[in-house]
């Protein structure tokens, strides 16, 4: 099984400050994401854990 971090993804982040950044930058995207879903289920309330 190879590792998440592998080297070719290693080679496209010049120090560990920007590969955080990145990792935070996906967060913020999909929790923005998420949020715009349960917004769009038909006026439905959002409840955290709920389905």
Do not use: H, I, N
């Not at 496209?12 to 998420?34: H, I, N, P």
Request: glycine residues 12%; charged residues 30%; proline residues 8%.
């Amino acid at each position: 099984m190879q590792s998440f971090c592998g080297p070719p993804l290693r080679k496209q982040f010049k120090d560990s400050g920007e590969f955080a950044s990145f990792m935070e930058e996906l967060y913020v995207r999909g929790t923005e994401k998420m949020l715009e879903g349960e917004l769009d289920r038909s006026g439905e309330p959002f409840t955290p854990g709920l389905r």
